[in-house]
Structures are given as structure tokens and as C-alpha cells.
């Protein structure tokens, strides 16, 4: 065991340099990506058990797989894009107390910025505005104020007017 563990340290620091290079380009050979799928990608039987667990805890000794899947490197995949109702929850999860209060007054900076990633132009904005506080009084009146309840309600007000569905982007 302790001269397979140095055996793969070894042929991962032999890898590296190559497989930097080649890595955007490498096939699907075992769990996730990374300096892991990199180092033992021509390894014989890639999907079997040992050459998965070889590969799961080279990625997971280095934390390559994270970089990769950041940069789209390392055999990781990235199409440069987020799905806009992704980047919409995760701003209203980062900003979820002013976004409240905004919906509630029916305007505010950071209302424009969740009108902007849900594909409202900004002509737009004035009746997204309205329909943000009238959905925040039907969500406070029941009680769901959750970042994901805001969005869903956003969503499905954008769907609703036809003012606005006309020129969301999802």
C-alpha cells in the first residue's frame, strides 16, 4: 500500500506538466475532473474501482477538482454560462434582506440588478418594479419570504405580464 500511495504521488508529479497542457481536451475516465482524472487517465481499466478511488483521492488530496470545475480546466467542463434563474437565486440569496425591502418600496438599486439577470430591459424596469411590490405583498401575507420563493415569484409575475414577458431572456 505504502509504495502504490508513493508510486501514484510520484506519477502524478510526472503527469502535471503534460497534463496541464492536454488538460481541456481529456475523455470522461472515472469520477469528476481534475489533476486526478489528468494523472491517471491512460491508466488500463479507468473505470474500474481502483482507478476510480485512485483518481478520486488524487483529486481530493491536491483540491484540483475545484479548480478545475472554477476554470473549466483540468478535463472539467465550463460553457461560460449560468442559467440566468441560478444567478437570480443565488443574488437574492447574497442580498436577500435589501431585496425585501426594495420589493416592499417597489424600487431600489438592488431590484434593478434582479430585474437585469431575470432579462428585463431597462425601458422595463418602472413596470417590474410594480409587479415586484405587489408579488412582496402576496409573499408576506403568506408568510414566504425565502430567496427562492422571490425569485419564483419574479419568474412567474415576468410570465404573467405581457409588458414584460416580451423581453425576458428565460
Known sequence: MKKLSMLAIVGMFVA???????????????PGCGLGKIAWQNYPNAKT??????IATTNGSFGTQTFGISTGTM???????????????????????????EMAQGRGEHLASMATLLGV???????FFAMAQERYAALSGAGELSPAAMVQALNEGISADSSLVKVALN
Not at 16 to 30: I, S
Open 16 to 30: 502535471m506538466p503534460g497534463g496541464f497542457a492536454l488538460a481541456a481536451g481529456t475523455p470522461d475516465t472515472g
Open 121 to 127: 430591459a431597462q425601458p422595463q424596469h418602472a413596470a
Open 49 to 54: 474501482k481502483g482507478a476510480q478511488i485512485l
Open 75 to 101: 478535463g472539467c467542463t465550463d460553457d461560460g454560462r449560468w442559467w440566468a434563474e441560478q444567478k437570480a437565486t443565488m443574488f437574492a440569496e447574497l442580498n436577500s434582506e435589501a431585496l425585501a425591502q
